[in-house]
């Protein structure tokens, strides 16, 4: 089993930036597949951003491409996410989310597919 806990969340105004971590208990976090995810109020939870465990395969939603950057170290048991030029409408709670990873290569942009979840950060970006 494997423990989240995000951190990083705040409020900045548009075109700023934020970063996101997730820091995860657990001595075999370098198995774990990790995703971000979010959920703004009213909506449902979408897809942020997704890196295998080795690192070697990266998606991103289309709404942050090119803006957010996930990354993971490994032998900190944590993943991140730098979020730059930030929008209004990237406001929402910020969840990180671990799966077994079926091989090195392996990601999720499906939210079912992680089985552990951290309690979220607020993100808030005023205009």
């Known amino acids: 089993q494997v423990q989240l806990v995000e951190s990083g969340g705040g409020l900045v105004q548009a075109g700023g930036s934020l970063r996101l971590s997730c820091a995860a208990s657990?001595?075999?976090?370098?198995?774990?597949?990790m995703g971000w995810f979010r959920q703004a109020p009213g909506k449902e939870r979408e897809f942020v951003a997704a890196?295998?465990?080795?690192?070697?395969?990266?998606h991103y939603a289309d709404s942050v491409k090119g803006r957010f950057t996930i990354s993971r170290d490994n032998a900190e048991n944590t993943v991140y996410l730098q979020m730059n030029s930030l929008k209004p409408e990237d406001t929402a709670v910020y969840y990180c989310?671990?799966?077994?990873?079926?091989?090195?290569?392996?990601?999720?942009?499906?939210?079912?597919?992680?089985?552990?979840w951290g309690q979220g950060t607020q993100v808030t970006v005023s205009s």
């Open positions: 989310a671990a799966e077994t990873g079926r091989s090195s290569y392996y990601t999720s942009r499906v939210d079912y597919e992680y089985g552990y």
């Open positions: 657990g001595r075999t976090f370098s198995t774990y597949a």
């Open positions: 890196i295998s465990w080795s690192g070697s395969n990266i």
